[in-house]
């Protein structure tokens, strides 16, 4: 009988810390327990913010901090593709990094359901849709939590609520994804497995336990692949619980297994390009993991606790940790029952502290940040833990030997580093509260009148101590360097989308939306088409095409910045750039001379320059000789560095020094030198003496600018190469969501080289090759017209998994709507 076994007979309510098979089917769940966790949840979160004053509630115009500000011009793309307006779709974008895949993207920073909000408000306000994601969330995942506690054990739908809440508002959630609003979805995605879970062992609806995996994995896999091993643990956690035969556990194992198989099926044209898209993207230096000391460990359990930067987020409200902690002491549940969930989130615990656990929580990969990304899956089975334990009538005595015990660690931890901000007021101020609730909850039973007090300081204090704890995460976040608030809204941000839209060519030209950047993605944010991108899945082959020519990037080349320069310019087709205005808040675009976005190539060509350099290197992708690179004589200091050069007078200058941070000077103006984030950075024009002198104010111990730090452009030579590949190159251009079609002159022969860098994916009507980087093709004789069309690497295996996952859910679905109607 296997997935469809018939459900088991309905069984009388089990004795008091007695675990048994519940009956299938029981009375709906109120509604008013899930509705009162999310309420608390989300009410508490901007709450927090408002007493900040930031973001909505005050600021207006600024987000959270750079972080978050990655994913609001994401939610701007995919606001473009539902309205009509982007250069792509959903299997890729024009708008950054020259032409780069999008589905991945998709589904990794927009796979959540509830980032479908931006698409309801005015484009100019997509951030405040993006802000509503994080609350909208915590709340959608403490509702669930109220719904899967009421499964494990029956109890007043309040104190389902109250702790519903507690999870919602964990360490995790306020501090490490409140603003990543992808990963909060693993916050939904535990509770709604948890249910999946007991849908399993009540031996039935195993289409919606499909669906459910389905949903969490299409939410956002990477936290719903450690929500799923949680719901691992749960499931062998109740399966040692409760009274089941040897056959209904094996039951229990195959129902879980095979729905949970089918359900990631139906994400696989998702979820597989992601896995091959991360193979091919751009490596980072991430280190291997190394375990915080055991008191930082431990003061992460503590409420209302932010330590500084990779530390574990552990706690949870100080209700629910009290709770917790007196589990183990009631006698009044079955041993069996306490020694198995301790045991279980012990090791859980535990798990994160030991290297190879910590891999296979995060699908055998070395996280790039913080490595204690998964610890929400600990803050669930606390909130189990004391949810068992209320519903077990706790005695006041191991309460309050509970909260002594919370009082005293935290008096012993009180000197770990960073530690502060609300900590003694969640222990003691919270504690107390919590304990005075939790005793007059005990005492409710003879004195009816004090149960209402008891609600009241329960939903009181959880709201109270959360939103502090919410508000010092937020405040102590923005200490760190990443963290300062970025302008996501407002008269620049419109001023600056209005001028890169007033000379929008596109696909004639690309234009680039100049600097300084307000985010990583201004391409997705502006609709520009420049290099400026930031994606985990940035491809390898666009940093080794684009890093040689002078493009700037960061987090390990997965971000990549513009450049102002003319070469680079004529190379991918920039024939328009915004810039700043005079005035404040105001921008102003300009246009120039650009190639087509497909040119053609007949001969080879090499540079004379120095082979090694950047400015050899553009040169060879241009096909002509527009640089004069000089050698260069250095002086000064260490901290003080001074290069003179000689150029052509007219000539203009430019600049590369990958290895040096601090402060350029040329010409009695000063520009700042941010090492490999920098790029080619224009100095001038060269004056009439022919001497470039550049001093270089650095703290970089060791560094220098190279043996070639100098290019000087020749214009006019620039000139006539950009006038020879726009009359040779493409006459018309056509750019689809994903493809690009390019009609030649007449009798063109050669090599045909697209503005684009060859990431995988690229089938060209020819065979396509690399040109430094570039996608290319030989032009085949009597063609005078040459495409490529674009398709994620396993899209077409992807979406045949998804067939078959579908078959087998429509399959279970039928066989088991035929069986109820036969009676069977």
Known sequence: MGILAVEPATQSSPPPGQDRPRPAPRRATPFHGPLLAFLMASGAFCASWAARGTFPFGDTGRAVNDQANQYVPFHRALWDLVHGRAAGDLLFTWHGGFGQQFLSDYHTYLGTPF???????????????????TPVTMGTAAALMAVYLGKLHPGPWWQR???GAVYGLCGWALSDASYIPMWLWGLVALPLLGIAVEWCLEDRRWP???????????????????????ACVLLAVRLVVLELTGAQRLRAVWRAGTAATTGILLTLPL???AFLASGAAQPTGAAAFDPVRIEAFLTGMLPGTHLWGGRPRLYV???????AGSYLLNTGIARRTRLAWTGAALLVVLSFQFPPTQYVWHGLAVPNGNPYRETFVFSGMVVVIAWLS?????????????????VAATFALRHTDDFGGTTWPAVLGGGAVSLLALVLLA???????????AAVLMVGVVFAESTAAAANADARRARERWAKPIATSGPSITNHFDAVRSVDGWPAYRTDSGGPQTSYNDGLALRAQGPQYYSSYLPEATYKALEPLGYGHKNDGRTLFGADNPVLDAIFSIGARAEPGPEKNSWTARTFPAPPLVTVRSAPYTSPNPPAGVYAHQEQVLGATVYQVPPVARGGSAAKQRYTARCTPGSEAFWYSPLLYGTLSFGGAERPLQDRMAGVLRLGEVPASGRVDVTVRTRTRGGTAGAHPVGCLDRAALATRVGRLTATGATRVRAGGHTIEATLPREASGTAVFAMTAVPGWQCSAP?????????????QGTDKVSCTFTPKGLTPGLAGAALGLLALASVTVAGLRRRRTGA
Do not use: C, E, Q
Not at 214 to 227: K, S, V
């Open 115 to 133: 980032s479908w909000l931006a698409v309801l408000v005015p484009r100019a306000h997509v951030d405040l849709a993006v802000f509503a994601i």
């Open 161 to 163: 609520g109250v702790l």
């Open 208 to 230: 919606g336990v499909a669906l459910l995996v389905a949903l969490a994995w299409f939410g956002n896999f990477y936290t719903a692949m450690m929500a799923t091993m949680a």
């Open 271 to 273: 979820l597989l390009p």
């Open 317 to 323: 409200a100080s209700l629910g940790l009290i709770l």
């Open 390 to 406: 209320l519903a077990g009538r706790p005695r006041p005595r191991h309460l309050a030997l509970t909260a002594a015990l919370l």
């Open 443 to 453: 005492l409710g039973d003879k004195h009816r009148l004090l149960a209402p007090v």
């Open 768 to 780: 396509a090759k690399s040109f430094h980087g570039l996608v290319s093709l030989d032009i085949p």
